[in-house]
C-alpha cells in the first residue's frame, strides 16, 4: 500500500463487530475480562485504548517505525522519550529547537545537554562527549527553517552509541521519514499538521526498532500523559487528508516565499523549498506591530500546521523562553515573523500581505522620523 492511500485507510477495518468505516471513539475506561486470567487484549485505557491503538498504529505505518505511542501533547511524547535519559547522561540538541523542547530538557528535566549547529555533522561530532546518549535533531528548524543531514548525523550517533531522535512535526511522514534515514525514534507535536486543524493537542513518539518501543511503551503507561479516545479519533480523521494537506500548504508556501522575497519591506525570506512554514524579516521591527494588527486573512496566533494560515513573533512567543542574548546569536531577531502558511487561496494569503505590510508602513512611528533617529 502506498502512503497515500495507507494515510487514507488510518483507522479502518478496526471494527469487524459492525464494520464500521470510521474508526469507533471507545469512550471506556475500563475492561471486561472474559474469565480469570484472561484478557481481551484491554485492560485499562491508560495501557491501551483501542481508538487510540488505531492511531497508534497508523502513526508507526507511516513512519515506518515497529511502535507508535499517541500523547496528550508534542510535550509529553517528548517528556517521555526524554526519560530514557538520566542526569549522568548527555544529549545533543539542535540550537535553535522549540523553546518548549528547550524549557523541558533545561529547566524541568535537568538532563545535561550541548547546543548544537546540526546543519554541520562535524559539528555534531565534535560536540559528542564519552557519555552522550541522544542527539535530538529539528529539521527543519523553527524559525529559521534550516535543515540537516540526518543520514550523516544518524551515523554520527550510532557510532557513539547514541540514539538519533528527529522531530518531524514541520514535514510530517509525507515529506520526511527519518526512521527510513537512520533516526531510532520520530517525535510529533500531533496538534501541527497530523491533526491539522487547530481543533486538538495531541503528541507522538514512533520507535524504529521492538525493544525501543517496548521501553517506551512502559514508560507511557507509568507516565500515564496518553492522549484520550476522542482526541486520538480528531488526530486519526485530520490523518486522511494529510497528502493533500502537505502539497497545498508547500505549493501556497512556494508561492508566499517567492512574493515576499520580492517585496521591498522584507530583508529576508527563510524557506527551506519544501513544506509549508517560512520565516521572514521584514526591514525593521518598528513594523512589526502594524503588520500583526493589520492581517485579516492571515491569523495572529501562536501554533502551526492547521489550515488556516497563521503568522507567528518568535521573540515574544514560541521563542520567548530562549535567553535574549541567545535569540540574538542565533538570529532570531525582533524582526522575524513566522508564517505556518495555510490551505486557502494563495492569492488571499499574498494579497492579505501586501495589504498588511502596507498598513505597517504608513502606521510605522519612524516612517518620517529623521534618518538619524532611526534604530
Ligand atoms: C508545537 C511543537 C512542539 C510541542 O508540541 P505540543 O503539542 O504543543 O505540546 C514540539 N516540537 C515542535 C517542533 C513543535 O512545533
Known amino acids: 500500500m502506498k502512503l497515500a492511500t495507507a494515510l487514507v485507510h488510518a483507522g479502518v477495518r478496526r471494527d469487524p463487530t459492525t464494520g464500521a468505516v470510521a474508526v469507533p471513539i471507545y469512550q471506556s475506561a475500563t475492561y471486561q475480562h472474559p474469565a480469570l486470567g484472561q ?24 513512519e515506518g517505525g515497529s511502535q507508535g505511542l499517541a500523547f496528550s501533547s508534542g510535550m509529553a511524547a517528548l517528556h517521555c522519550a526524554l526519560q530514557l535519559f538520566g542526569p549522568e547522561d548527555h544529549v545533543l540538541l539542535t540550537e535553535d529547537l522549540y523553546g518548549g523542547t528547550y524549557r523541558l530538557v533545561d529547566r524541568i528535566l535537568h538532563v545535561p545537554f550541548t547546543f548544537v549547529d546540526t546543519t ?43 540514539l538519533l531522535i528527529v522531530d518531524n512535526t514541520f514535514l510530517t511522514p509525507w515529506l520526511q521519514r527519518p526512521l527510513e534515514l537512520g533516526a531510532d525514534i520520530v517525535v510529533h507535536s500531533a496538534t501541527k499538521y497530523l ?25 507511557q503507561n507509568g507516565i500515564g500523559a496518553i492522549l484520550g479516545p476522542q482526541d486520538a479519533y480528531l488526530v486519526i480523521r485530520g490523518l486522511k487528508t494529510l497528502a493533500l494537506r502537505m502539497e497545498k500548504h508547500q505549493a501556497n508556501a512556494r508561492e508566499v516565499a517567492a512574493w515576499l522575497a520580492a517585496h521591498p519591506l522584507v ?25 500583526l494588527a493589520s492581517v485579516q486573512v492571515c491569523l495572529f496566533a501562536e501554533s502551526l500546521g492547521g489550515v488556516e494560515t497563521l503568522i507567528t513573533y518568535p521573540s515574544t512567543q514560541t521563542h520567548a523562553d530562549i535567553p535574549v542574548a541567545r535569540r540574538e546569536q542565533l538570529g532570531i531577531s525582533d524582526k522575524l515573523l513566522r508564517l505556518s502558511v495555510g490551505i486557502e487561496d494563495c492569492h488571499d494569503i499574498i494579497a492579505d500581505l501586501a495589504q498588511a505590510l502596507e498598513g505597517a508602513r504608513c502606521k510605522n512611528p519612524l516612517r518620517d522620523a529623521p534618518a538619524a533617529h532611526r534604530a
Do not use: C, Q
Not at 195 to 218: I, S
Open 267 to 291: 530583508e529576508r525570506v527563510f524557506y527551506p523549498g519544501v513544506g509549508g512554514m517560512l520565516s521572514f524579516n521584514v526591514t525593521e521591527a518598528a513594523l512589526v506591530p502594524g503588520v
Open 120 to 162: 554541520r555533522p562535524e559539528a555534531v561530532r565534535a560536540a559528542l562527549r564519552p557519555n552522550t546518549r541522544a542527539i535530538l535533531v529539528e529539521s527543519p528548524t523553527n524559525p529559521l527553517m534550516k535543515t540537516a543531514d540526518i543520514p550523516a548525523i544518524a551515523d554520527i550517533a550510532h557510532e557513539a552509541g547514541a
Open 195 to 219: 491533526a491539522g486543524h487547530n481543533d486538538v493537542v495531541a503528541g507522538a513518539l514512533v520507535a524504529r526498532d521492538a525493544a525501543l518501543g517496548e521501553r517506551l511503551t512502559y514508560l
Open 39 to 62: 484478557s481481551t487484549g484491554y485492560d485499562y485505557s491508560r495501557t491501551k485504548n483501542p481508538t487510540r491503538s488505531a492511531l497508534e498504529d497508523a502513526l508507526a505505518r507511516l
